[in-house]
């Protein structure tokens, strides 16, 4: 409750205390009471505070504890309060059970695809005609083993795949999961039309040459045998379903992400979601912090202005006064967080280790270069003793400090940012250390000749100032706006904070793949605009936007303080730096970015993020980067990847790996889809020409695993190159099947099919060996068709070679020992086709082959290698009959669930209750427009006879907050009320105190308050009786 009490919120005289009554536990506060009470936030808990307890000692004194000493050492009690209130720990989530993990990947499309064919097919396993067993029993087993579902689990990791559990959900699918997803529907309609022509055709085929070329009757006592034959063309169709379908996709796609995962750790990116690795493939925009990411976070004291002098290092304590030097070192030493402090080094020549904030940390390492030591001073006044806190807030940006002085005085020690912190101040401490007056002619000499050309120089300035209060003069604590003000100004620091070494040639290079780096900070704006220059961020020359967080809301904010799309539209293109920013700035500009319809496809935005206040953000973006180091446990929950090192090259290699996901893919697919099409052709002409198949069940099963697992474990393995960040980022809508994919596809297809039915055909004549067309129903394998499975799978080994570059790349062989994996399946491939030809026998329906045979196998094999140069000869461009494949759900084919994605959660009532809103909005503002006509024509009428009284618009009761509707649930300010001008704080009315606003509200610039004291009501009626336009009023 320290936080509630140092809050800056209005004043309310607190009501006379209530009787305590007795609750369970001995306690005079339940739980349900402390949930309710810490879901309020500023005036409205403070009220419930005072209105239930009397004060926050009246609620200490209930719950048996001191706001100061906090629970005493009583194991009894400590085990009594944990029984009541429960443990203060956050429980772990419970992993998910091996069957749920089941049964998230029986739901991929593919699976259920396959799911449907193994069913229907293991159901018809169990016909079988009296007599013999039927071939289809044994083919359709063979079908059946093909089903292994568990093999493929995206969706389904091992690891815990925590779900989002913000307001705001993420309910649309990740990029490449709907493109997938869309494609595997797309095949699998190919090849259920496939399938069916194929049994349409062997039934048809079967009942002309019976019933109408042989002209036989159907006799009763033959239908066992027809229904066997139809039963097997409708195995023969599932057949050429379960070739077609690319059950391997799902199995490639959860390889490639955990395998980038397991290297990513090694570059510093702890995944926390699998899909958040590939997304960031199709990054195009990424918002950075600036302390800590771009820069190194060990802030150091450059430059300082003390007693009237601009010192450009750190100043000899000789050279200052001994009051300045001694109010400087408690103003620092005070007003810190305790916890922040300078150690020694760990090693012999480190440099000081610095523990805390690290703003605090420079502020202390001056007191040290100051050859002055702060552990004393705080040794003499205890965190205990320290009267009152304010702690450091986003939004004021400054933090302050009361001690008790020995004659019953009050200091106040604040600092907070130079440019807000000085309109505070009233006066300054001279060369001598004396005080003198401080006017806003000062203040703005001050920032023009002093702050600015730190801020260029790229330094954070920061303002420590203090303030006496006499024994009589004890002001009113809880009104921080009143009690920091009228301060005396001690000194003016420029704080350094260098750029990483290493980021501006990241930041070239995520330009160079086509990404846009923009800083989110809350430095001074012309702090922030020197770092983007020093990173790369902004060019001289190029057309940008550096903006406040103040001038930023002011464009894109209409006259009711409502956020329009269309204004950040025309800001955010060209916004490269965004400073003196509140996180929620940072949440409007991230959600405004992806909710753009302006570019060619929609933005894929990455956020980094350190903060508790960064959560909204984090969540919202598409990929959300949370420090590992600076970051806060909140930060880290609401992200998808943790920085480990908190460094902004870390994001470019997560960049890198995202889009080797997406190739590894791509390359995947050309290969796979290649086998598919050319086993599907082979299968459906075999069977409607030879009623059999050049492949048989168990060789169809191999090459299936040659294409699924091993190709999987091959393709998705490959490591990134720094190649795949000179191109732009794919996009949303990019398809996975380029047109260069597409010719490579069918090109080697048409290979493939060309050599197999010229085997087929009359590959008996070349070889001169027996034919194994036709051949009887038990008769031994047959050379022909073993020297055709042979040569098949030789194709597929070299074209898998010939896959591994999917933008038409000559060199096929580049960096091919670079993947151990690959060059291992490969050669284990051909190793065990060996074995399987030579030594399969019967099982595997191969014969044994003879050396010269084995040559011209491969011989045909390599030539994929020769015919991958002539394809790769051809011009994509001139081939416009190529159509692109597997583009991402189209906006018209979303869900209304995944458009709904980034809105709140909210229940049918409310949603009626916004309508309610909205519709009243529209009537207003169209009564509004009839005032305005019917005013604009009662001035002309009055003119030159009387005055009107001024009076409230319908405008203005509009801007009430109850009658505001704000884009998104404001409990963070919009704006620093400290940064606003003083003619405008003289100009606007000051808020009326309101038990709906928080203390943020208050503090925010953008005060939601009427403009007038008179109400509409008072505003419309407000016209004399004998107006002749009062009638007209009255009805408006």
Same mark, same amino acid.
């Given at each position: 409750?320290?936080?509630?009490?140092n809050?800056?919120v209005?004043f309310?005289?607190?009501?006379?205390?209530?009787?305590?009554?007795?609750?369970?536990g001995?306690?005079?506060?339940?739980?349900?009471?402390?949930?309710?009470?810490?879901? #309020?936030r500023?005036?409205?808990?403070?009220?419930?505070?005072?209105e239930?307890?009397?004060?926050?000692g009246?609620?200490?004194?209930?719950l048996?504890?001191?706001p100061?000493e906090g629970?005493?050492?009583n194991?009894?009690?400590?085990?009594?309060?944990r029984?009541?209130?429960?443990q203060?720990?956050?429980?772990p989530?419970?992993p998910?059970?091996?069957?749920?993990?089941?049964?998230?990947?029986?739901?991929?499309?593919?699976?259920?695809? +396959?799911?449907?064919?193994?069913?229907?097919?293991?159901?018809l396993?169990f016909?079988?005609p009296?007599?013999?067993?039927?071939?289809?029993?044994?083919?359709?087993?063979?079908?059946a083993?093909?089903?292994?579902?568990?093999k493929?689990?995206?969706?389904?990791?091992?690891?815990?795949?925590?779900?989002?559990?913000?307001?705001?959900?993420?309910?649309?699918?990740s990029?490449l999961?709907?493109?997938?997803?869309?494609?595997?529907?797309?095949?699998?309609k190919?090849g259920?039309?496939? @399938?069916?022509?194929?049994?349409?055709?062997?039934?048809?085929?079967?009942?002309?040459?019976?019933?109408?070329?042989?002209?036989?009757?159907?006799l009763?006592?033959?239908?066992?045998?027809?229904?066997?034959y139809?039963?097997?063309?409708?195995?023969i169709?599932?057949?050429?379903? %379960?070739v077609? %379908?690319?059950?391997?996709?799902?199995?490639a796609?959860?390889?490639?992400?955990?395998?980038?995962?397991?290297?990513?750790?090694?570059d510093?990116?702890?995944?926390r979601?699998?899909?958040?690795?590939?997304?960031?493939?199709?990054?195009?925009?990424?918002?950075?912090?600036?302390t800590?990411?771009?820069?190194?976070?060990?802030?150091?004291?450059?430059q300082?202005?003390?007693?009237?002098?601009?010192?450009?290092?750190?100043?000899?304590?000789?050279?200052?006064?001994?009051?300045?030097?001694? /109010?400087?070192?408690?103003?620092?030493?005070?007003?810190?967080a305790y916890?922040?402090?300078?150690?020694?080094?760990?090693?012999?020549? *480190?440099?000081?280790?610095?523990?805390?904030?690290?703003t =605090?940390?420079?502020?202390l390492g001056?007191?040290?270069?100051?050859?002055?030591d702060?552990?004393?001073?705080?040794?003499?006044?205890? =965190?205990?003793?320290?009267?009152?806190?304010?702690?450091?807030?986003?939004?004021?940006k400054?933090?302050?400090?009361? &001690?008790?002085?020995?004659?019953?005085?009050?200091?106040?020690?604040?600092?907070?940012?130079?440019?807000?912190?000085?309109?505070?101040?009233?006066?300054?401490?001279?060369?001598?250390?004396? +005080?003198?007056?401080?006017r806003?002619r000062?203040?703005?000499?001050?920032v023009?000749?002093?702050?600015?050309?730190?801020a260029?120089?790229?330094?954070?300035?920061?303002?420590?100032?203090?303030?006496?209060?006499?024994?009589?003069?004890?002001?009113?604590?809880?009104?921080?706006?009143?009690v920091?003000?009228?301060?005396?100004?001690?000194?003016?620091?420029?704080?350094?904070?260098?750029?990483?070494?290493?980021?501006?040639?990241?930041?070239?290079?995520?330009q160079?793949?086509?990404?846009?780096?923009?800083m989110?900070?809350?430095?001074?704006i012309?702090? !922030?605009?020197?770092?983007?220059?020093?990173?790369?961020?902004?060019?001289?020359?190029?057309?940008? /936007?550096?903006?406040?967080?103040?001038?930023?809301?002011?464009r894109?904010?209409?006259?009711?303080?409502?956020?329009e799309?269309?204004?950040?539209?025309?800001?955010?293109?060209k916004?490269?730096v965004?400073?003196?920013? @509140?996180?929620?700035?940072?949440?409007?500009?991230?959600k405004?970015?992806?909710?753009?319809?302006?570019?060619e496809?929609?933005?894929?935005?990455?956020?980094?993020?350190d903060?508790?206040?960064?959560?909204?953000?984090?969540?919202?973006?598409?990929?959300?980067?949370?420090?590992?180091?600076?970051?806060t446990?909140?930060?880290k =929950?609401?992200?998808?990847i &943790?920085?480990?090192?908190?460094?902004?090259?870390?994001? %470019?290699?997560?960049v890198?790996?995202?889009?080797?996901?997406?190739?590894?893919?791509?390359?995947?697919?050309?290969?796979?889809?290649?086998?598919?099409?050319? !086993?599907v052709?082979?299968?459906?002409?075999?069977?409607?020409?030879?009623?059999?198949?050049?492949?048989k069940?168990?060789?169809?099963?191999?090459?299936?695993?040659?294409?699924?697992?091993?190709?999987s474990l !091959?393709?998705?393995t =490959?490591?990134?190159?720094?190649?795949?960040?000179?191109?732009?980022?794919?996009?949303?809508?990019?398809?996975?099947?380029?047109?260069?994919?597409?010719k490579?596809?069918?090109?080697? *297809?048409?290979?493939?099919?060309?050599?197999?039915f010229?085997?087929?055909?009359?590959?008996?004549?070349?070889?001169?060996?027996?034919?194994?067309?036709?051949?009887?129903?038990?008769?031994?394998?047959?050379?022909?068709?073993?020297?055709?499975?042979?040569?098949? %799978?030789?194709?597929?080994?070299?074209?898998?070679?010939?896959a591994?570059?999917?933008?038409?790349?000559?060199?096929?062989?580049?960096?091919?020992?670079?993947?151990?994996i690959?060059?291992t399946?490969?050669?284990?491939?051909?190793?065990?086709?060996?074995?399987?030809?030579?030594?399969?026998?019967?099982?595997?329906?191969?014969?044994?082959l003879?050396?010269?045979?084995?040559?011209?196998?491969?011989?045909?094999g390599?030539?994929?290698?020769?015919?991958?140069q002539?394809?790769?000869?051809?011009?994509?461009?001139?081939?416009k009959?190529?159509k692109?494949?597997?583009h991402?759900?189209?906006?018209?084919?979303?869900?209304?669930?995944?458009l709904?994605e980034?809105?709140?959660?909210?229940?049918?009532a409310?949603?009626?209750?916004r309508?309610?809103?909205? #519709?009243?909005?529209?009537?207003?503002n169209r009564?509004?427009?009839?005032i305005?006509v019917?005013? !604009?024509?009662?001035? @002309?009428?009055?003119?030159?006879?009387e005055?009107?009284?001024?009076?409230?618009?319908i405008?203005?009761?509009?801007?009430?907050?109850?009658?505001?509707?704000?884009?998104?649930?404001?409990?963070?300010?919009?704006?620093d009320?400290?940064?606003?001008?003083?003619?405008?704080?003289?100009?606007?009315?000051p808020?009326?105190?309101?038990?709906?606003?928080?203390?943020?509200?208050?503090?925010?610039?953008?005060?939601?308050?009427?403009?007038?004291?008179?109400?509409?009501?008072?505003?419309?009626? @407000?016209?004399r009786?004998?107006?002749?336009?009062?009638?007209?009023?009255?009805s408006?």
């Amino acid at each position: 409750m320290g936080d509630v009490a140092n809050s800056s919120v209005e004043f309310h005289p607190k009501p006379r205390q209530q009787r305590e009554a007795p609750h369970a536990g001995g306690f005079g506060c339940t739980l349900a009471e402390l949930r309710s009470l810490m879901e #309020l936030r500023g005036a409205e808990a403070l009220q419930k505070v005072q209105e239930t307890y009397g004060d926050v000692g009246g609620l200490c004194r209930r719950l048996k504890t001191s706001p100061t000493e906090g629970l005493a050492d009583n194991t009894n009690d400590l085990e009594k309060r944990r029984q009541i209130y429960g443990q203060n720990f956050i429980p772990p989530k419970q992993p998910k059970t091996f069957l749920q993990l089941v049964w998230e990947a029986l739901q991929d499309v593919t699976l259920i695809i +396959l799911e449907v064919a193994a069913i229907v097919s293991l159901g018809l396993s169990f016909y079988a005609p009296p007599g013999e067993e039927s071939e289809a029993k044994k083919q359709d087993g063979a079908v059946a083993m093909e089903m292994q579902p568990l093999k493929s689990a995206e969706g389904g990791e091992t690891e815990e795949r925590e779900k989002k559990k913000a307001n705001v959900p993420k309910k649309e699918k990740s990029v490449l999961q709907g493109k997938l997803t869309k494609l595997a529907v797309q095949i699998g309609k190919a090849g259920l039309v496939m @399938s069916a022509v194929t049994v349409i055709i062997l039934a048809l085929y079967f009942v002309i040459e019976t019933f109408v070329v042989d002209g036989r009757a159907w006799l009763a006592e033959c239908t066992p045998v027809y229904v066997q034959y139809f039963v097997k063309f409708f195995i023969i169709g599932v057949t050429v379903l %379960v070739v077609a %379908v690319p059950e391997g996709l799902p199995l490639a796609v959860t390889i490639s992400l955990a395998y980038s995962v397991k290297k990513m750790m090694r570059d510093n990116n702890l995944v926390r979601h699998l899909d958040a690795c590939e997304t960031m493939g199709n990054a195009t925009a990424i918002c950075s912090d600036k302390t800590g990411t771009l820069t190194t976070n060990r802030m150091t004291v450059v430059q300082s202005y003390l007693g009237d002098t601009h010192y450009k290092e750190v100043p000899a304590p000789s050279a200052l006064t001994p009051k300045i030097l001694d /109010l400087l070192v408690h103003a620092i030493s005070i007003n810190s967080a305790y916890t922040t402090k300078i150690l020694p080094p760990e090693k012999e020549g *480190a440099l000081p280790r610095q523990v805390g904030n690290k703003t =605090e940390c420079a502020l202390l390492g001056f007191v040290l270069d100051l050859k002055q030591d702060f552990q004393p001073v705080r040794e003499q006044i205890p =965190e205990d003793k320290l009267y009152k806190v304010y702690t450091f807030n986003s939004v004021r940006k400054s933090m302050s400090t009361v &001690i008790r002085m020995p004659d019953s005085g009050f200091r106040l020690f604040s600092k907070g940012a130079s440019e807000i912190l000085l309109k505070k101040c009233t006066n300054i401490l001279n060369s001598n250390g004396e +005080l003198r007056s401080f006017r806003p002619r000062d203040r703005d000499d001050m920032v023009q000749k002093i702050i600015e050309p730190m801020a260029c120089d790229g330094l954070r300035t920061i303002c420590i100032a203090y303030r006496d209060f006499s024994a009589a003069q004890e002001p009113d604590w809880d009104n921080e706006n009143e009690v920091v003000g009228d301060l005396t100004c001690i000194a003016v620091v420029g704080i350094e904070d260098p750029v990483r070494p290493e980021v501006p040639e990241a930041i070239r290079k995520c330009q160079r793949a086509g990404i846009t780096v923009r800083m989110v900070t809350g430095d001074n704006i012309n702090t !922030a605009r020197a770092i983007a220059a020093k990173c790369g961020i902004i060019q001289p020359g190029e057309d940008f /936007l550096c903006l406040e967080g103040k001038e930023f809301n002011r464009r894109i904010r209409n006259e009711k303080g409502e956020i329009e799309q269309e204004r950040l539209d025309k800001v955010w293109p060209k916004l490269r730096v965004l400073a003196r920013s @509140s996180p929620t700035d940072k949440h409007t500009l991230v959600k405004g970015i992806i909710d753009s319809n302006t570019g060619e496809q929609r933005q894929v935005v990455a956020v980094t993020g350190d903060g508790t206040n960064d959560g909204p953000a984090l969540k919202k973006a598409d990929v959300g980067f949370a420090m590992g180091i600076a970051g806060t446990d909140v930060a880290k =929950e609401a992200s998808d990847i &943790i920085l480990t090192d908190d460094n902004f090259t870390s994001i %470019v290699k997560a960049v890198m790996w995202g889009r080797n996901v997406y190739d590894s893919i791509s390359k995947f697919l050309q290969f796979q889809l290649t086998v598919n099409v050319v !086993a599907v052709i082979v299968a459906f002409t075999g069977a409607c020409i030879t009623q059999d198949s050049p492949l048989k069940a168990v060789q169809m099963l191999w090459v299936n695993l040659i294409m699924d697992t091993f190709a999987s474990l !091959a393709l998705a393995t =490959e490591p990134p190159t720094e190649s795949l960040l000179l191109r732009k980022p794919y996009g949303r809508d990019k398809p996975l099947i380029s047109r260069t994919m597409m010719k490579n596809i069918l090109g080697h *297809a048409a290979y493939q099919l060309t050599t197999i039915f010229t085997l087929l055909f009359v590959g008996e004549l070349f070889f001169d060996i027996d034919s194994g067309r036709n051949a009887p129903l038990h008769s031994p394998p047959s050379e022909h068709y073993t020297i055709i499975f042979n040569t098949f %799978v030789m194709m597929q080994l070299f074209n898998e070679i010939n896959a591994r570059k999917i933008h038409g790349e000559r060199n096929v062989f580049h960096g091919i020992f670079g993947n151990p994996i690959f060059c291992t399946i490969v050669l284990g491939t051909f190793v065990i086709q060996i074995v399987i030809v030579q030594f399969g026998g019967k099982p595997f329906s191969c014969s044994p082959l003879s050396t010269e045979q084995w040559l011209w196998c491969l011989f045909v094999g390599v030539g994929e290698l020769v015919w991958g140069q002539v394809i790769a000869t051809i011009p994509t461009s001139q081939l416009k009959c190529l159509k692109e494949a597997g583009h991402g759900p189209g906006k018209d084919e979303m869900t209304d669930e995944e458009l709904a994605e980034g809105e709140e959660e909210i229940d049918h009532a409310e949603r009626e209750l916004r309508r309610g809103q909205i #519709l009243w909005f529209r009537g207003l503002n169209r009564i509004q427009t009839q005032i305005r006509v019917v005013k !604009a024509f009662r001035s @002309s009428l009055y003119e030159g006879l009387e005055k009107p009284e001024s009076k409230t618009s319908i405008h203005n009761f509009m801007a009430t907050p109850e009658f505001l509707i704000n884009d998104y649930t404001h409990n963070i300010p919009l704006i620093d009320d400290t940064d606003v001008d003083e003619n405008e704080e003289r100009l606007r009315a000051p808020p009326p105190p309101s038990p709906n606003q928080n203390n943020n509200a208050i503090d925010s610039g953008v005060y939601l308050t009427t403009r007038g004291t008179k109400s509409a009501t008072s505003s419309v009626f @407000s016209s004399r009786p004998g107006s002749p336009l009062h009638s007209v009023e009255t009805s408006l």
